[in-house]
């Protein structure tokens, strides 16, 4: 019991941790069913922190415009080591139904130069719990429409 006690006492005492750093360094198409868009999002993950992170499982979701666009989990082990970084490759889902709202917002005749994204994830289990990242930014819609 001393023992526990001693324990929580130690992890109570530990300084936070950062936060984790993530960026969308990929996305593929995979195969979908039915009506919804597949796609492997690849995602450099940086671990700032002077202990690595392991986890059990992976999951995912993406918003634009204040909308949920797509959403994914995955079973993968792994670690991302002490100030080192990782490649984790989560698939999603797209709904039509999602895919339809995103182009009604598109197709309302207001000029975007710019859409708001929000990118939530956590890396489950390991340790000391769940490890969750966000990460927003803009897509430049300028920029897609001139290649």
Known sequence: MLLAVAMLAACAAMPGRDPLRVEVVGIEPAEGQGLELRLAVKLRIQNPNDGAVEFDGTALELDVNGKTLATGVSDQKGSVPRYGESILVIPVSISAMNAVRQAL????GTQRDTMPYVLR?????????????????????AALTRR
């Open 121 to 141: 994830g956590k890396l489950a289990g390991g340790a000391f719990g769940s490890v969750r990242f966000t990460k927003e930014g803009s897509i430049n819609l």
């Open 105 to 108: 917002v598109l197709a309302d």
